[in-house]
């Protein structure tokens, strides 16, 4: 079954620390990773994008890594602001039942960053 | 500036009243969806289209409807929502269906009295 887990579910840091979200999937065959940002009551948007042959990208204070042979993915918030304070989800594309390409979402790690 | 829209951001109906939600884009994408995100839990995929295709997830209540009369507009109807249609619905776009980026909207929330 194609599932995404994502680890931990919430997390509370102190401003300027650095921490690392988690994110391990089953899904088969693989297309590709998205990580998303989501603040709370608006929609999700979208930090990096990865490809099978992609193992680390980088979007200003965020960096994200893939190992597909393992299939886990992380995403690492250096120096922590007041903002990053919202959920990020990871999303895995791939191939479902009926050959058709779908996103399958994690339930998100929630984060909090404390002044 | 606003890329994918939706309107109205807040929602609120009475059981059984049917409702309508709606989603633009200016990004002239293919494809638009329509998901469906309960408190802390991860958005849930209802159906999209690609193109004029409509594409329905398997476990997707009749109950729940869409329309997109042109590439820009697609909407959301719930014939007779109930308590526990109440979420957030989260309006998205690619450009294509596999390896394309999705641009969220703001989301409405619904509110079911």
């Known amino acids: 079954k194609n599932q995404v887990e994502q680890s931990p579910q919430s997390l509370i840091i102190l401003e300027g620390k650095n921490c690392t979200l988690q994110?391990?999937?089953?899904?088969?065959?693989?297309?590709?990773l998205r990580w998303y940002k989501q603040d709370t009551g608006r929609g999700p948007v979208s930090l990096t994008i990865?490809?099978?042959?992609?193992n680390t990208k980088s979007n200003g204070r965020y960096t994200a890594t893939l190992d597909a042979d393992t299939k886990q993915s992380s995403l690492h918030i250096t120096a922590s602001q007041l903002s990053d304070s919202a959920s990020y989800i990871c999303?895995?594309?791939?191939?479902?039942?009926?050959?058709?390409?779908?996103?399958?979402f994690g339930t998100g790690t929630r984060l909090k960053v404390l002044a | 500036d606003a890329m994918v829209i939706q309107n109205p951001r807040y929602q609120v109906t009475q059981f059984g009243k049917p409702v309508t939600l709606s989603c633009s884009q200016t990004?002239?994408?293919?494809?638009m969806y329509w998901y469906q995100q309960k408190s802390s839990q991860a958005p849930k995929l209802l159906f999209h289209?690609?193109?004029?295709?409509?594409?329905n997830e398997a476990d997707t209540p009749d109950n729940f409807q869409s329309r997109r009369p042109n590439t820009s507009f697609c909407f959301l109807d719930i014939r007779s929502p109930g308590l526990g249609d109440a979420a957030m619905y989260l309006c998205?776009?690619?450009?294509?269906?596999?390896?394309?980026?999705?641009?969220f909207g703001p989301g409405t929330r619904l509110t079911v009295t």
């Open positions: 990004l002239n994408h293919n494809v």
């Open positions: 990865m490809t099978f042959s992609e």
């Open positions: 994110c391990n999937y089953t899904v088969s065959p693989f297309s590709n």
């Open positions: 998205a776009t690619s450009r294509g269906g596999r390896t394309y980026e999705q641009y």
């Open positions: 999303v895995v594309s791939g191939r479902g039942a009926s050959g058709t390409y779908k996103y399958i």
């Open positions: 289209y690609y193109d004029k295709d409509f594409n």
